[in-house]
């Protein structure tokens, strides 16, 4: 058995969220189960909806105890939301990288390796998984290398959907993200234009910089009208929209509209006859999702898009394809850049917290549980 600590999440029925960091025990492994001692795990936007839900960020209180505790305060209207995980201490870490130091029977060939998981639960010193869980990095590669795989298969991801589906151009927005940056670098590769959505000239600079072609600052005056020319050039018919909230789903499909009636011959009461797809698969802005539907006729679709849903959809086959291309690239193409490396303890002091809550672009944590 193995005793090591690792960081939850609660959130009582009184509307208190803590942060605190819990010694747990782990089992010896069984059959094709291993335990990894986790050395890189990322602070990803999807792990902050877990490690701080609908907490309002502000009202944090640091406990004076051994180890490390933040509550914070949930306000009542907030609280439905939640309802399903109150009173569950939850681990926190979507995914992470580390090396294997105990396997089962049937997996001992792992025992020294450095793998990577999407099992989740990764803000912890160790953590048990099944082997097929896990992706077996290559031979030299480092934890922290490998520790931002939900990024890599997630623009791959979004890459083979618009193949899959028969787009010939992709639109991205939040573009400068490591993500952002990945699909980029894949798009090019592939030969796929790519309009990508960013929101400061420093953002702009930063993509251009990497080959890109199509980058639009949001902010500038001329947006739409430069959204549009530069639809109608790539014929982007697939968006990708890491936002979630707000217009900026709606600005980009009335733009694809407007961009396919520019090349109309005749009038249609109904709009074009050319399918607009617009996929949500972020949320940094937590607002209502607002669509102006007669604004782009009657052929578009909008959904959610997540990426355990889509790499279950496309079979073995296909996972191990766009697996393979990530290990093959995955100091290159598939490169993340970190911020700043912290100690688990570290990620709950309220300074850092506040500093990766942020979500800004070009500032990514990683955590390495082996630092004191």
């Given at each position: 058995m193995i005793t090591g600590k690792e960081m939850r999440s609660t959130i009582s029925g009184d509307g208190r969220l803590t942060l605190s960091i819990e010694e747990v025990s782990i089992d010896d492994p069984r059959e094709d189960e291993i335990v990894v001692r986790v050395e890189a795990t990322p602070i990803n936007p999807t792990d902050l909806a877990l490690?701080?839900?609908?907490?309002?960020?502000?009202?944090?209180?640091?406990?004076?105890?051994?180890?490390?505790?933040?509550?914070?305060?949930?306000?009542?209207?907030?609280?439905?939301?939640?309802?399903?995980?109150?009173?569950?201490?939850?681990?926190?870490?979507?995914?992470?990288?580390?090396?294997?130091?105990?396997?089962?029977?049937?997996?001992?060939?792992?025992?020294?390796?450095?793998?990577?998981?999407?099992?989740?639960?990764?803000?912890?010193?160790?953590?048990?998984?099944?082997?097929?869980?896990?992706?077996?990095?290559?031979?030299?590669?480092?934890?922290?290398?490998?520790?931002?795989?939900?990024?890599?298969?997630?623009?791959?991801?979004?890459?083979?959907?618009?193949?899959?589906?028969?787009?010939?151009?992709?639109?991205?927005?939040?573009?400068?993200?490591?993500?952002?940056?990945?699909?980029?670098?894949?798009?090019?590769?592939?030969?796929?234009?790519?309009?990508?959505?960013?929101?400061?000239?420093?953002?702009?600079?930063?993509?251009?910089?990497?080959?890109?072609?199509?980058?639009?600052?949001?902010?500038?005056?001329?947006?739409?009208?430069r959204l549009i020319d530069a639809i109608a050039e790539t014929d982007a018919t697939i968006a990708f929209d890491a936002i979630g909230g707000g217009t900026m789903g709606d600005q980009i499909l009335q733009a694809m509209e407007r961009a396919a009636v520019r090349k109309m011959t005749n009038f249609v009461r109904t709009g074009s006859d050319v399918f607009k797809q617009l996929y949500i698969y972020g949320a940094l802005d937590l607002s209502p999702t607002v669509l102006n539907r007669p604004a782009f006729g009657y052929r578009w679709g909008a959904a959610g898009w997540i990426i355990f849903s889509f790499l279950r959809s496309i079979g073995q086959d296909g996972l191990d394809r766009l697996t393979q291309r990530m290990l093959s690239e995955l100091t290159t193409t598939f490169a993340s850049h970190y911020t700043r490396v912290i100690g688990l303890r570290e990620a709950l002091q309220p300074d850092i917290l506040q500093a990766y809550q942020r979500k800004a672009t070009g500032e990514k944590y990683l955590i390495d549980p082996t630092r004191s």
């Open positions: 490690l701080l839900g609908p907490a309002d960020v502000t009202s944090v209180i640091m406990s004076d105890s051994s180890e490390p505790e933040l509550t914070f305060t949930v306000p009542q209207a907030r609280m439905a939301t939640v309802e399903g995980r109150l009173g569950l201490s939850l681990p926190i870490g979507l995914e992470g990288a580390g090396t294997v130091i105990a396997a089962g029977p049937q997996a001992k060939a792992l025992e020294g390796r450095v793998v990577a998981t999407m099992s989740g639960g990764m803000f912890a010193e160790f953590r048990k998984v099944s082997a097929r869980d896990v992706i077996v990095l290559p031979d030299g590669r480092s934890a922290a290398d490998g520790a931002s795989i939900v990024n890599a298969m997630t623009a791959l991801g979004m890459v083979e959907t618009a193949k899959l589906e028969g787009h010939r151009a992709i639109l991205h927005t939040a573009a400068a993200s490591n993500l952002g940056q990945m699909m980029q670098k894949i798009c090019s590769a592939d030969s796929i234009p790519l309009i990508n959505i960013v929101r400061s000239k420093e953002q702009v600079d930063l993509l251009r910089g990497i080959g890109a072609v199509h980058v639009l600052n949001s902010v500038d005056g001329d947006f739409r009208d």
